[in-house]
């Protein structure tokens, strides 16, 4: 099923870092019928006040990159607002597609679906192999039953709703917030604000071993785009860069692209989390799509964007 260029398309979560970032590779591809709602326009919590959003604006396909998303401590101290949020975002937004004869959705996980000890690469087939990582496994279950959903209603209801599953993302619109943001964003602010301030020191968390998998946002879209318009299969699909770097090498890079010479000392009293998450992305991969953007170009990017919006505030 093929997005024509006057095809009705919602990307639920527009402002967020995925979906300004779909919203952006739609535009660019031609697309004139994107349909967006800000949070105070639709609560995507309300499964009433979804149905009259589908039922009066009739969307023909639909990109669910609404989350409630952070990093590893806001996954670990707030678990019941993770797994609820997600839970129900999802279900209103999936049920309200099928009962609106949505075309297409594509549902949008994360890489911590898989197990803590999986081997790497994350291949589709480790999914539900092994128990998850303690401090994200509240967002994990939500995220499994959504694809789950999504599988399910393609059985019995013969929808075309396919998921994706990201690895660690960035880019522009992200969240500069140290307490709930990811690694890099976090990264992005310590080592800037060092620099203005004239800082010695940087606090990172953990003990920068663990290895992740990083992909431009803009990345992200151009596959979700590629996948809405080629894809459709039962089988979720992972979208990673293929090569991941430890925190510490992270840190150092993002400390020589900021241009200060902070020492870095590691806060060992903070969670690693999962000590590797690289994805096989051979099945995208085979069917033609490729990141573009390479990390120390991407962060270079993210921290221009980072101070055009006035440095997090
Ligand atoms: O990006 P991050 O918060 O999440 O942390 P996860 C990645 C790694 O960076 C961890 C370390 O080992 C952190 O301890 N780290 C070092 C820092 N310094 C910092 C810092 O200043 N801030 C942060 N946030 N981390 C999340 C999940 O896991 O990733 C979610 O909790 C989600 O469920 C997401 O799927 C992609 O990669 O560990």
Redesign the pocket.
Known sequence: MKMSLDARIYVAGHRGLVGSAIWRALAAAGHTGLIGRARSELNLLDATAMRQFYEQEEPEFVFVAAAK?????A?DIQPADFLFENLQIQNNLIEGARLAGVKKLLFLG???IYPKHAPQPLKEEHLLSGPLEP??EW??IAKIAGLKLCQAYRRQYGCDFISAMPT?LYGPNDNYD?ES???LP??IR?FHEAKTSGSPTVT???TGS?R?EFLHADDLARACVFLMQNYDEEQFINVGSGSDIT?RELAELVRRIIGFRSEIVWDTT?????PR?LMDSSRIFALGWRPQIDLETGIALAYQDFLQHGGGE
Do not use: E, M, Q
């Open positions: 998303v952070g990093g590893i401590r996954n994360s890489s911590c401090t994200n967002y994990a660690n140290l943001s990811h690694v976090a990264l310590k990172c968390w953990g663990p992740r925190i903070r969670p690693d989390g999962t998450k």
